[in-house]
């Protein structure tokens, strides 16, 4: 009863035993915590009201009392021993762990409290006295950020009465609450592992008589994601899952699978108690009440328990409502009273996953009027920091002492100066302190103190070894005893007491040691001279004190700051000979020094103490010093304030001295474009925190912001001397310099090295500065290093500078994107300007309701009427989402983006995005989404599920900047993007990282062209030559010249004196003919008269006038057509007076003209043409052709330099050019066919579809296809083109139809489901086909056509007696097709009644597989309506006489007795059977004319088999039931059933037909000579029969014949094959099976290839002929005689070929398990896949594959996939495979042969040269390289022009040369 009461606390009071006294009122208080005072009055009522009353008051003060207590964050008074609490890793030490607990608490785990396994291991090591070698140190087990279960041991009290924790992990004492028999599956549990067996390891999880088990194959993924790929170590720390229970809990499976981890929830089923509920626990539950101190919760039904007000999501504070069902984390139990505290931070809801945050940015720093947020009384006080965070002041560190501790002054607003002094991981907030003590103190960390710096302390305690000072908070220091005083004394306690404050200085820190040594030496104190503290501070010359540390014969060692050693030689002792040293100097002496020399790779240096050069004045010594006291090391992190902005940066002032310095531009963020928003933004006065300095030169000091880098150089991971530095290192810097050659690298310690062209990119990198800019953070490995010359190489690969997974660091480089911009809106937002101010407020996902102010010629909308006058709204024409709008309309729009530098305000006007639904969504859920705005190093795209804006980034790492064009995205571009956020934050964006890029699917093309910038024109290289050459040619002269170069759209001619002209495609002929290139008819070298009409500028390409002072300069353009070169027949380019824009707008939409194909945009997606040399157009390919294959492949249907005949569509005079339509107008007018895309699939519904004019359309589901089909909507996803009608343009939406009878007309195919667009369109008693809508209280509805809807009331859907309601949402969901026939039509009322029933469609019942029997005179009646039916048919039959079947006489006689004994049950399978085989005979079709005695069951006016579907089970045994196969040239057994055809139907059934034909024979008598003559045919007949079976290669024909040659060849398979085809021919199903058999058992064993060839007919048989069950056991039995996989191979094939293909993908999925480890099978799969077009499945089947797998079939694995999707798939994914794999093996010539290959096969000729460029400048062996040359040089013999073979010639000699050359050198 005890542990029910624990397990489900009750309300009220409650009896208990005398021992647990104590803790009794605690656990009441907690039970009535969510029981109102009300409740328990109302229950006790009837008792004593006097007495209840004034006990009632009582309670409920001491009610409020306990919640206030409850609510009360965790103090260590509050913490007592066997108490469990989470816990994350702060600090990891050698001998023990830092560990972080809630509100602010920390404790300490030792190194003997991690489990029994390990400390076995530790004591081994004692034992043996040296390092074992798998044992792993503490920083190898745990890492910072790792989230812990800890069980409090000990409360430790210290004299002076300060209180540590002490924490185990041991899984022995933090589960010991857990007994075997309460383990259940799904249990989350955390252990560590305690040996390692063959199968999987041993895990301890604490719990008596368990043993537990983690199998190899669940540890597999956590091994390669977070172990690095090393195999567990004794003492690793796992958060593991129960995945079974054996044995009443004796043994237990786990795993610890990443993502059943962080799913994990702790339910009722696995029957938790108050006692052994575990932290780190994730339920779901119940917000009970909302307090000013927190919430209290409900969860696993029955228990309560308190969240505190550090624990509450931080974006959800103020918005928890009761009932509010939330997901929250268990951190602590308390033993003893019983409460449970939980956290809602969303961090904690993913078990395993550990914390990211594990440091506060602003660290010691001092922050003045901060402002209070909230008081709590008895807890402390939160602040708002100024980027917006909350920090957090305990209420011992809100004053000096509680006497001067006023709660008054924390009234929400007040400020208060505060110094940053922690950062609690658990809770996420800075930890304040407003004591002044604190606030003043020098030092607050062990980070904040440099060697060589002045300290002052106070004395803690004196030791035999030195004396321990205190120097911080908690800092403390040790002065050894040699630096006590300049000379040794004997008693120290003497001259030093407790208590006195000492002036000390550094001589070593050690931050991560927490390792402090001082000196009191007084010389070295008050030293001016300046201090060593690296050997690269000595300097040859530098003169400063040092202590000695060894007195040797041969000279004394000197030591300085930080460990650094200096030697003074025999001979640099003194002037004069020193014999023995030792008797001179000693150990703990000051000295003073000069530096003769230092090598600090080598960590040597020579020092003398002989000062030859003269001491320098007293004056200047003293200023060197101040300068000394206020310098800047660097590498030290300092606080700056700006004085003004430059042109290149900031000059600032380093607090506290104002040392002067300078921060760059680029150096104010790791993000290239985040800079100058900075940069804009900071003012004078402004300070910015913890700005590192990156050198100093004399007179200037450089400082460097960047995130990457403060944290790199806090973190130690900056070597300071090149010897540390060791290929394979990876280290974060920025780019210094950049040449053509590579990019020089620096880093925070000053050291730098360079990154190669070579290894700049995994990309062809061009021009380096493409890819770099200087400024720009990179992470770099080092590759080679050069010790002697201190040189150093990098690569910047991405491939080798991957720092883990992209995912994570797409999320943190978008993360501190958006949080730098945040800070950007918080500096704007202090700006004096109202429309400053209001744009820092303005975030994405904003609605405004603005007025349309103007709208621009580019299609762009400009608004007015914002919250600001001057306020910039605009949206682009792509965010008009097609709408017409005017100037002075009101419209809503969304805001996407706010350009901080421009202060322009992105919006768009899409009802998508305007409407957009408030859905809740998953976190790691994947969608679709079309990018709507681009930024540089991010995207804003929208969801098109919901309509919410996303943010999402475009870099997966910090070298990942550069782009091809082809992989650049656009506006309107689809992207399946995986939600990292499920709430937008301050930002208003969700969070996300993009799939991958093969996903993408293009926008659409005029969308497109708004955001792409207009290219610039190619420079011809001809062109530029001679341009420094003047002319003194006029318009209108006449030049004589010679051609030089012929292009595709313009010739260039030589004229005198080396001048260049060029002769555009226009102006060569008069009456260009359409098809024909006109730039084809001048050859080079051909002379040539033209007139100059025209001069144009080399830099700007615009057209001068001949006037202007440039014109000389110009390179002519000329015209050689007839009409310009008669006299005064010509007309000058008059390009300066009118410009491009104005003359685009001369041509009026609709109107024709000649235009010149100059290339086909890949990306764009368009051609692009020129119609004059100054005018340009674009025609996008939807506006090509309305044919399939012209779009499919426009470079095959249109040349270079074609002329083309287009009608203008519209004109974009802002982008100067004209958009072209080479199909006419586009007028998108009803009736008109046009090539439309689809943007979205709605089920059930219909398609929409938009045009390249940006108009929209919609297709019903009825208008898509002539004849019906179950899923109409299967073969359409978004992007896909198709061919649209017209039908309406009176709605905002067109209206469109894709039946092919509207598209292609003239195809007058047969129309099976005509158009019913209103009640006019049917008629009574009509069979209708339609789609079902709804299922309606009065019966189903069922949509006929866009606007007409029928309704079958109940009584005419089915013919079950009772039909149960439930039967209709299964049998019939929306959207299932039905065929229906029309019983009466109300055109008044628009009513239609239809009935389902089989007697009136014909159809099977629409409840065929119901359990309810149908009715039986329904049946009879049925039966007897069909049997008339049948009678009529035959009638008809018999007179026509054509392909019809005649049906025996047994069959018309047959009665129909037998029929009604069997019923409706033996007659169903009967004729389902017959049905298969009927598909079957209409598949095969019919055969050829001259086999005219065959008769095929075929009928092709009713589209029905005419076999009577009445047959007695009896006579489902005839041969007439299975259809006969025609044998022309042996049996394909590898084929399906669509290559078989119909044969003779038996002899005895066709006598009818031929007692017909025989009795006008049989009247004539034969005469004597006719019967000789029969007699002598007969002989002849005899004579070849005879004849025919001599002849070795006659063709069998009988069993007989069969039965002679198995005989003689017993061990051919194609003999016994064809023997069983034999039978099949004549349909006996038995014999061919015989004969399969009999072929196993005597075809020797030892031909196992034969034997298989048998086994798979008799699957093919089984398969065509047999059942389920006979297949299944023919391969049981073919599986134990062959090789398994073979045999699983051919039935998948068979299933495949026979369209089985649900069969067969249970047979793969078979197959998958039991050769996982055969990659043949993966590849087998995924081609079957692609066949189905299931291109997301099959790359879910190469990720399967990829995880099962070992890693060396990886390679060719994905190379076969890739050219699977090459044949099957979709080529541009096949490419990205590719691509993705050769940036992983850039080297691997194999796949880059077999890529070559495919795209020889299936690119174009462009595609394959890019590959082939890329190739043959790969860095690979000559033996190699000559290779891909010569396949190159073969393809361009084959493909290309003489030139191209020669320019490859080239390349392979160029190749040649710089490889002799680099071996020469």
Not at 758 to 771: C, I
């Amino acid at each position: 009863m005890a542990t029910l009461e624990e397990s489900f606390p009750r309300g009220g009071t409650k009896k208990t035993h005398k021992p647990e006294k104590s803790f009794q009122k605690p656990v009441e208080q907690d039970n009535l915590f969510d029981i109102s005072t009300e409740e328990s009055t109302k229950r006790k009522k009837i008792q004593k009201v006097k007495t209840e009353t004034k006990r009632l008051k009582i309670e409920k003060r001491e009610s409020n009392k306990t919640k206030k207590e409850k609510f009360e964050i965790l103090s260590i008074e509050s913490l007592c021993e066997g108490m469990r609490i989470l816990g994350c890793v702060k600090e990891v030490n050698e001998l023990e762990l830092v560990v972080s607990l809630p509100n602010g608490l920390q404790g300490f785990v030792q190194v003997t409290e991690i489990c029994d396994a390990y400390n076995k291991k530790l004591n081994e090591q004692v034992a043996q006295d040296e390092p074992l070698q798998d044992l792993l140190q503490l920083t190898e087990l745990f890492s910072p950020g790792m989230l812990v279960r800890c069980v409090v041991s000990h409360v430790d009290i210290s004299e002076n009465g300060k209180k540590s924790v002490r924490l185990s992990l041991n899984p022995k004492n933090v589960n010991n609450v857990l007994s075997a028999e309460a383990l259940k599956p799904g249990m989350l549990l955390t252990g560590t592992v305690s040996s390692l067996e063959d199968h999987g390891y041993l895990v301890d999880i604490g719990v008596g008589g368990t043993r537990a088990f983690l199998p190899l194959p669940k540890a597999q993924e956590y091994i390669r994601q977070k172990n690095k790929g090393a195999t567990l170590k004794v003492g690793q720390y796992l958060t593991c899952i129960v995945a079974e229970v054996k044995s009443n809990g004796g043994v237990v499976g786990l795993s610890i699978g990443h993502s059943e981890i962080s799913t994990a929830l702790a339910t009722e089923e696995q029957n938790w108690t108050l006692s052994n509920l575990l932290p780190g626990l994730v339920v779901k539950a119940q917000v009970q009440k909302v307090t000013p101190f927190g919430l209290t919760l409900n969860f696993l039904t029955f228990f309560t328990g308190v969240v505190d007000f550090m624990h509450l999501e931080p974006r959800k504070v103020g918005t928890y409502i009761s009932k509010q069902a939330v997901r929250a984390c268990i951190l602590c139990v308390h033993p003893r009273t019983r409460i449970v505290r939980l956290s809602l931070r969303p961090i904690f809801l993913q078990p395993g996953r550990p914390l990211t945050r594990l440091s506060c940015q602003h660290l010691g720093a001092v922050l003045d009027d901060v402002p209070v947020q909230g008081f709590f009384n008895k807890a402390g006080a939160t602040f708002t920091l100024k980027d917006g965070a909350l920090a957090y002041a305990r209420l011992s560190h809100l004053s000096d002492s509680k006497k001067a501790f006023n709660p008054d002054a924390f009234k929400p607003g007040n400020t208060h100066k505060c110094r940053i002094i922690d950062y609690s991981q658990m809770d996420e907030l800075a930890l304040l302190s407003l004591r002044t003590s604190i606030i003043k103190a020098q030092y607050l960390r062990y980070h904040d103190i440099k060697s060589g710096a002045v300290v002052k302390g106070k004395v803690l305690t004196v030791k035999p070894f030195g004396m321990l000072v205190k120097v911080g908070e908690q800092i403390k220091g040790l002065v050894p005893i040699m630096h006590l005083a300049d000379i040794l004394i004997k008693n120290p306690e003497k001259k030093y007491h407790i208590g006195d404050e000492v002036k000390c200085r550094v001589l070593l820190c050690d931050p991560e040691a927490k390792k402090l040594i001082m000196t009191l030496k007084k010389t070295l104190i008050t030293s001016k001279l300046p201090v060593i503290t690296s050997y690269n501070d000595a300097k040859p010359g530098l003169r400063t004190h040092g202590v000695i540390l060894r007195v040797r014969d041969y000279g004394c060692i000197v030591k300085f700051y930080n460990d650094v050693q200096g030697l003074v030689p025999k001979p640099e002792l003194s002037a004069q000979y020193i014999h023995d040293p030792e008797k001179v100097f000693y150990a703990g002496q000051v000295v003073k020094v000069a530096v003769l020399n230092c090598e600090p790779s080598k960590e040597r240096m020579l020092l003398s103490f002989k000062l030859l050069s003269d001491p320098e004045p007293e004056n200047e010594n003293v200023g060197h010093s101040q300068k000394k006291e206020s310098a800047v090391n660097v590498g030290q992190l300092v606080d700056v304030k700006v004085l003004e902005k430059t042109k290149d940066g900031l000059e600032v002032a380093v607090l506290p001295h104002n040392t002067p310095a300078f921060l760059p531009t680029p150096h104010l963020s790791d993000h290239v474009t985040n800079g100058p928003l900075l940069y804009h933004w900071l003012q004078a006065g402004d300070t910015l925190h913890r700005v590192l300095c990156l050198s100093q030169c004399e007179k200037h000091l450089l400082l460097c912001r960047k995130p990457s880098l403060v944290s790199a150089v806090e973190g130690g991971q900056d070597p300071k001397r090149f010897s540390e530095i060791q290929p394979g290192m990876l280290l974060i810097g920025f780019v210094r310099n950049i040449m053509d050659y590579g990019v020089f690298v620096q880093f925070p310690s000053g050291l730098s090295g360079l990154a190669p062209k070579a290894l700049m990119s995994d990309k062809f990198v061009t021009t380096p500065r493409d890819h770099f800019v200087e400024g720009q953070t990179v992470v770099a490995k080092v590759t080679n290093v050069d010790e002697e010359k201190q040189r150093m190489l990098l690569s910047l690969r991405l491939s080798d500078c991957t720092l883990g997974n992209s995912a994570s660091s797409s999320l943190l480089l978008l993360s501190q994107c958006l949080e730098e911009l945040q800070g950007v809106r918080s500096l704007m937002s202090n700006r004096d300007s109202v429309l400053i101010q209001t744009l820092a407020e303005m975030t994405p996902g904003m609605v405004l309701d603005l007025v349309v102010q103007e709208v621009s010629e580019d299609g762009s909308v400009v608004f007015s009427g914002g919250p600001v006058p001057d306020l910039v709204v605009r949206a682009s024409r792509y965010h008009r989402a097609g709408q017409e709008v005017e100037p002075g309309q009101k419209k809503k729009v969304v805001v996407l983006n706010v350009d901080m530098l421009e202060l322009v305000v992105h919006v768009s006007l899409s009802q998508h995005l305007v409407n957009r639904k408030a859905k809740r969504l998953k976190k790691g859920s994947k969608h679709q989404a079309i990018v709507q705005h681009l930024e540089e190093s991010f995207a804003v795209a929208s969801l098109v599920e919901t309509g919410q804006l996303v943010a999402f980034s475009l870099t997966s790492h910090l070298n990942d900047t550069f782009r091809f064009d082809s992989e650049k995205l656009q506006v309107g571009q689809g992207v399946c993007l995986t939600l990292k956020t499920t709430e937008p934050g301050v930002t208003g964006l969700l969070l996300a990282v993009e799939g991958p890029a093969a996903k993408r699917t293009m926008g659409q093309i005029e969308k497109n062209s708004e955001v792409v910038d207009e290219e610039e024109e190619e420079d011809d290289p001809t062109l530029t030559v001679g341009t420094k050459k003047k002319h003194s040619l006029a318009i209108g002269d006449i030049v004589t010249g010679t051609v030089k170069s012929v292009k595709a759209t313009h010739v260039v001619v030589t004229l005198e004196n080396d001048i260049i002209g060029c002769i555009h495609a226009s102006n060569i002929l008069d009456d260009v003919p359409v098809g024909s290139s006109p730039t084809t008819k001048l050859k080079a070298g051909k002379k040539v008269t033209a007139r100059v009409i025209g001069g144009r500028d080399v830099k700007t390409f615009k057209f001068l006038p001949i006037s202007h002072p440039r014109f000389i300069r110009t390179i002519l353009e000329l015209s050689v057509r007839p009409s310009d070169l008669e006299k005064d027949g010509h007309t000058a380019l008059d390009t300066y007076t009118v410009s491009p824009m104005e003359k685009i707008k001369q041509f009026q939409v609709g109107q024709t003209v000649t235009c010149f194909l100059k290339k086909f945009n890949v990306v764009k997606k368009w051609l692009e043409v020129e119609i004059a040399p100054d005018i340009r157009g674009r025609i996008p390919l939807l506006l090509t052709s309305l044919s399939f294959k012209v779009l499919k492949r426009p470079d095959k249907n249109f040349r270079i330099g074609q002329a083309l005949r287009a009608t203008v569509v519209s004109s974009n005079s802002s982008k100067a050019f004209l958009c072209l339509s080479l199909i006419g107008p586009h007028k998108l007018e009803r009736g008109e066919v046009a090539m439309g895309q689809v943007v979205t699939v709605i089920p059930n519904e219909g398609l929409t579809v938009s045009f390249p004019s940006g108009k929209m359309g919609r297709v019903s589901i009825f208008h898509v296809s002539d004849s019906y089909s179950e899923r109409p909507l299967e073969d359409f996803i978004p992007q896909k083109v198709v061919r649209c009608y017209v039908l309406s343009t009176a709605d905002q939406e067109l209206a469109l139809s894709l039946r092919s009878s509207r598209t292609n007309p003239e195809t007058k195919n047969k129309i099976e489901d005509p158009e019913i667009n209103s009640i006019q369109d049917i008629k009574e008693g009509q069979l209708v086909r339609g789609y079902v809508k709804s299922i309606q209280p009065n019966g189903v509805l069922l949509g006929l056509g866009p606007s007409v809807e029928g309704l079958a009331q109940y009584s005419h859907v089915s013919r079950c007696s009772q039909p149960r309601k439930d039967l209709y949402n299964r049998y019939l969901p929306e959207g299932k097709l039905l065929t229906a026939r029309i019983l009466s039509l109300n055109h008044q009322k628009n009513l239609v009644e239809l009935s389902f029933l089989p007697s009136d469609t014909g159809k099977p019942d629409v409840f065929s597989a119901s359990p309810e029997p149908p009715l039986v005179n329904q049946e009879k009646k049925d039966q007897k309506e069909e049997e008339k039916k049948n009678q009529k048919r035959k009638e008809k039959n018999s007179q026509k006489g054509k392909e019809e079947v005649k049906l025996p006489s047994q069959e018309k006689k047959e009665p129909q007795r037998p029929q009604k004994r069997q019923g409706k049950r033996e007659r169903q399978p009967s004729e389902s059977k017959q049905e298969r085989v009927n598909k079957r005979l209409k598949k095969a079709g019919t055969l050829e004319e001259d086999k005219s005695s065959v008769e095929v069951y075929y009928r092709e006016e009713e589209e029905e088999i005419e076999v009577p579907k009445l047959l007695p089970k009896g006579r489902q045994t005839k041969s007439t039931d299975v259809p006969r196969l025609q044998l022309s040239s042996g049996f394909a057994w590898d084929v399906g059933l669509d290559s078989l055809t119909p044969a003779l139907p038996p002899r005895e059934e066709s006598s009818d037909s031929e007692e017909e034909e025989k009795p006008h024979q049989a009247t004539k008598k034969k005469s004597k000579k006719e019967k000789e003559l029969e007699k002598q045919k007969a002989e002849k007949e005899l004579c070849r029969i005879e004849e025919a079976l001599m002849d070795p290669g006659r063709q069998p024909q009988s069993a007989d014949d069969f039965d002679r040659l198995v005989l003689s060849s017993p061990n051919s398979s194609i003999l016994w094959l064809q023997y069983m085809a034999f039978h099949l021919q004549a349909t006996e199903i038995e014999k061919a099976r015989a004969v399969a058999e009999r072929a196993l058992k005597t075809i020797s064993f030892r031909e196992e290839q034969e034997k298989l060839n048998v086994w798979v007919a008799l699957l093919n048989l089984e398969n065509m002929y047999g059942s389920q069950e006979s297949l299944t056991k023919v391969f049981d039995r073919a599986v134990q005689y062959n090789e398994p996989l073979k045999v699983f191979l051919h039935l998948a094939d068979i299933y495949t070929k026979s369209e089985k293909f649900k069969e067969a993908d249970e047979l793969y999925n078979r197959m998958l398990k039991r050769f996982r480890q055969d990659k043949a099978v993966w590849i087998k799969y995924g081609a079957f896949v692609l066949r189905r077009k299931q291109a997301g499945a099959s790359h879910r089947v190469l990720q399967r594959a990829l995880e099962c797998l070992p890693s060396k079939e990886h390679v060719d694995v994905i190379a076969k996939f890739a050219q699977l999707e090459f044949q099957l798939g979709d080529a541009e994914r096949a490419k990205a495979i590719f691509e993705n794999m050769l940036s992983t093996y850039p080297k691997r010539t194999d796949v880059w042969s077999v890529y070559i290959d495919m795209v020889i096969k299936h690119g174009s000729q462009k595609e394959v040269r890019d590959i082939f460029e890329r190739v043959i400048h790969l860095s690979l062996a000559p033996k190699r390289m000559k290779f891909f040359f010569k396949r190159y040089l073969d393809y361009e013999k084959q493909h290309g022009t003489e030139k191209e073979v020669q320019a490859v010639k080239a390349k392979a000699l160029e190749y040649v040369e710089a490889k002799s050359s680099v071996l020469e050198d």
